[in-house]
């Protein structure tokens, strides 16, 4: 820590230091600490009318126009605790929810002014007792550090705050507020020599750089400028990407994907087949990131530019249209006509797999506008959804990966065993060869093993029991004590401290888990790791090493988790993994894949339940969308409709609500028809236009 912090060069802050200063002069000259007293609600919230010329509310400045003092940007206004929605009426943190907005104002104002008085007379704990203030952490945290620099760090996310906190060797805790933990980062900051002198914004700007909490590895999204991108001129001279969608509104006021689908259902009417898919598009296009990475496309072969996100996200009405923009710096170097045409790019979002980003960006002049931007490269970092399974297995100690069929829970598992063994370098699913080869590879090893439960799987056979001993001279069957395969896992687990090993454990829901597991349920809590228990069996002193991780799958449509055993849920982390429509984002002639599965999904849940979905792996073949008639004729007769048969049990009447017009209405069987004409009954059946405007 010391060397890098000698390393460090706090010159280059002194531009952002003078910014950071002028955005406080000017926060402090429109809201002054005496004035907060009687502050009206017009000078606070955000989503309310303002008048040309006029100046911003506290909230709108603090978290979009004073960037060099720490960023609060990112999800919905629900941060500011109190806000008028789009749809006029004003949504409320839950400690004032039953008040009016004036009245809710009046107490939020007064727990504002309480907490500025608390902290000017070095009473800090006095702020965790004000209750509404619980409910915006960053924005108080941020007006904390604005109005006493002093007293606190620009560094206002409390899971930021936290790894900061373990990086320098300190402690949080769980329930900490943000403005705490940003005081107790404060005092460690303070303790270490190194940082002697140093600026609060010389230690932010530092500890991102040399801890950055963000993750290193996110999704990199094609976004279409236009149809046909001829919105592309207007984008790269002015340094941003902009979408459609103007009825919507500012996107900052959608807390949830399920609220703005049912804003596109209401301003797009004709597009309810895939909105769901859309509305998580938009907002993951909302939450971009500064350092995020797209591509620019037009139509589906040709590359316009790839861009570094350079800011968040705004909501710019003034423009007559593509009024949600994010500030992107382009790098023309990389536009090219493609020799593939990538069929997913048909709508203005599409997921982009690094490898083939890669591609992209591997031909590139050094001489070209904008070429320094790619060779600042990030460290290889896991996919997300991987590291969230590593992340709840170190919490926990066990998971469970619980979803429909075929939505990638075992592959997602392997996925995490591959992770833990190094294997870092076949996860991108460029080449399912080596990937196959090197899971092979690791189930192989001593570290990691692989079963599947079934009814007639026992103790015997997870931890002890006598067997036949198929070795024994003699007459007449022996039975012989044989250690069970977690018992043989933590006899090893026990002998590599240093090593973690890993126990997947395939369909863990069709075992029965209380006679499986038996007394070593207890075993599982990390905080009772290598406390002994005496066998039953055999009467030898048996304990589960800390090092040993258990990764479960279930097919919730088998059995779902309320079914399982109650002490099986409390120590198990309980992960959903769910269809993935932008795992199959092509067409095959008219149909629109993932808006098809999307649509069918919204009906199997309305008229079974969500347990039932079909997962993206029917519609895949070989890791990618099914591209043929044939290949959707097969997966749809001989996959999804036989599954979603079992599933009604031989209504016909439920089986017609789900499948519409592809059911025969006087036999009640579903229609058979060729594959040339199948794309197209699914796609009048189940899609339309969902996608909104862009190609």
Known sequence: MSTAAGQFDRTAVAETESAAGEERKRVLALFPLEGWKTLPLERYALGQPAPAGSEPTYCRLLEFLTPNLGSIKG????????????????RLAAPLRKADPRD????????????????????????????ALRFGPALVTKSLAVYFPEHFLPVYSAEHLRQFLIRLGGTTDADSPAWRSNRRLLELVRSRPEFEGWSGLEVMTFLYREFDPRPQQRTIWKIAPGERGRLWGE?????????????LGDLGQYQSDTELKEALDRGYPGGSGGSLTTARRLL????LEPGDRIVANRGIDEVLATGTVAGSYQFVPDRPEYQHIVPVTWDLSHAQKLSKPQRGWRSTFARVDPTTFAKFTAQRSDSAPGAGVESESRPVALPEDIQAVLDAVERKGQVILHGPPGTGKTRLALGAALALAGRVDVLDGSEPE?????????????QVRLVTFHPSYGYEDFVEGFKPDLDAKGPGLTLALADGLFHTLCSRAAGHPDQTFLLIIDEINRGDLPRIFGELITLLELDKRNLPVDLPVSKRSFSVPPNVRIIGTMNTADRSISHLDAAVRRRFAFLPVGPDPDAVSGTVGPLDLAAFLESLNSRIAHHLDTDHQIGHAYLMRDGEPIATEEDLAAAFHHEVVPLLEDYCLGRADLLHRILGGLVDPHTGRPVLMSPQDLPDALATEFTSDAMGPDA
Do not use: P
């Open 235 to 247: 984008c790269r001279d002015g340094g941003f990407i902009c979408v459609g969608w103007d009825e």
């Open 434 to 446: 080596r990937r196959m080869e090197a899971q092979a590879e690791v189930l192989s090893s001593d």
């Open 104 to 131: 809710a104002w009046e107490e939020l104002r007064g727990q504002f002014v309480a907490a500025f008085d608390a902290v000017a007379a070095g009473d800090f704990e006095a702020v965790d007792e004000l209750s």
């Open 284 to 287: 993951a296009f909302r939450d």
């Open 75 to 90: 999800g919905s206004a629900a941060k500011h605790i109190m806000y008028r929605h789009n749809s006029g009426e004003w």
